[in-house]
């Protein structure tokens, strides 16, 4: 693996174990049943050597962090019937911002194939960012 790739595994790890963390504030349960299984997951796939691979856990990763900051929401038991529902300031967007993101994403994708396809066809990193501009 090289190290731009390492360093980004590394970097969505940390960032999904602050998110567990963030997104289940005062739960020390549910933060170790979360952080307990993206280690596991981490770890599971720590061997692998293919960079397509790699980077498909990458995106993997990213939609995890992604859906568990704009989906999951805590609730916290007040009384026997009632439950307050805590919402956190990047919970709030409007469809404008999701659909921008969303497109954002996809380009991003897109580009990362498009570069992968180049590679493979052996275009020097030069030729590779001249198709890009096109």
């Given at each position: 693996?090289?190290i731009?790739?390492r360093?980004?595994v590394l970097?969505h790890y940390k960032?999904?174990i602050?998110t567990a963390q963030?997104v289940f504030q005062?739960?020390?349960?549910r933060i170790?049943?979360?952080?307990?299984g993206?280690?596991?997951?981490?770890?599971?796939y720590k061997?692998e050597?293919?960079?397509?691979?790699?980077?498909?856990?990458?995106?993997?990763a990213?939609?995890?962090?992604s859906f568990?900051?704009r989906?999951?929401l805590?609730?916290?038991q007040?009384?026997?019937?009632?439950?307050?529902?805590?919402?956190k300031p990047?919970?709030l967007?409007?469809n404008?911002?999701?659909?921008?993101t969303c497109?954002?994403?996809?380009k991003?994708?897109?580009h990362?194939?498009?570069?992968e396809?180049?590679?493979?066809?052996?275009?020097?990193?030069?030729?590779i960012a001249a198709q890009?501009?096109?």
């Amino acid at each position: 693996m090289s190290i731009s790739l390492r360093s980004q595994v590394l970097t969505h790890y940390k960032k999904l174990i602050r998110t567990a963390q963030a997104v289940f504030q005062n739960d020390p349960a549910r933060i170790y049943s979360m952080t307990q299984g993206i280690r596991e997951n981490f770890t599971h796939y720590k061997n692998e050597k293919d960079e397509k691979t790699i980077k498909e856990l990458i995106r993997a990763a990213k939609d995890t962090d992604s859906f568990l900051r704009r989906e999951v929401l805590q609730t916290i038991q007040t009384d026997e019937n009632t439950y307050r529902l805590v919402i956190k300031p990047y919970m709030l967007f409007d469809n404008t911002r999701l659909i921008r993101t969303c497109e954002d994403d996809e380009k991003e994708h897109q580009h990362e194939e498009e570069e992968e396809k180049a590679r493979q066809e052996g275009l020097s990193p030069c030729e590779i960012a001249a198709q890009t501009l096109k």
